[in-house]
């Protein structure tokens, strides 16, 4: 079992950084695939950017160059850099855990947090 809790977001002109943090609880934080997804209002969720357990990075091309997920395993902390951020990036941002590899839909990952908003104001 893993809990996980999220922090970091707020509101932010566009342009600006913002940095999110993802608490997890649990011993075994080191061998999940981690994942950041975002939704905003009437659409899907999906997936920003995820890190595997040996710290290979996916992307979503909406945030490639802008975004940088990280994880330091030795505060069981999984960490999303968001620079230049632009309006569209307004959304509520989930943590996400799954065991093994990563994958990019969210009905792959089994753990969740309770997600922090993120608005971006032109």
């Known amino acids: 079992q893993v809990q996980l809790v999220e922090s970091g977001g707020g509101l932010v002109q566009a342009g600006g950084s913002l940095r999110l943090s993802c608490a997890a609880s649990?011993?075994?934080?080191?061998?999940?695939?981690m994942g950041w997804f975002r939704q905003a209002p009437g659409k899907e969720r999906e997936l920003v950017a995820a890190i595997s357990s040996g710290g290979s990075t996916y992307y979503a091309d909406s945030v490639k160059g802008r975004f940088t997920i990280s994880r330091d395993n030795a505060k069981n902390t999984v960490y999303l850099q968001m620079n230049s951020l632009k309006p569209e990036d307004t959304a509520v941002y989930y943590c996400a855990a799954r065991v093994s590899i990563v994958r990019l839909t969210p009905g792959d990952y089994a753990y969740w947090g309770q997600g922090t908003q993120v608005t971006v104001s032109s």
């Open positions: 649990g011993r075994t934080f080191s061998s999940y695939a």
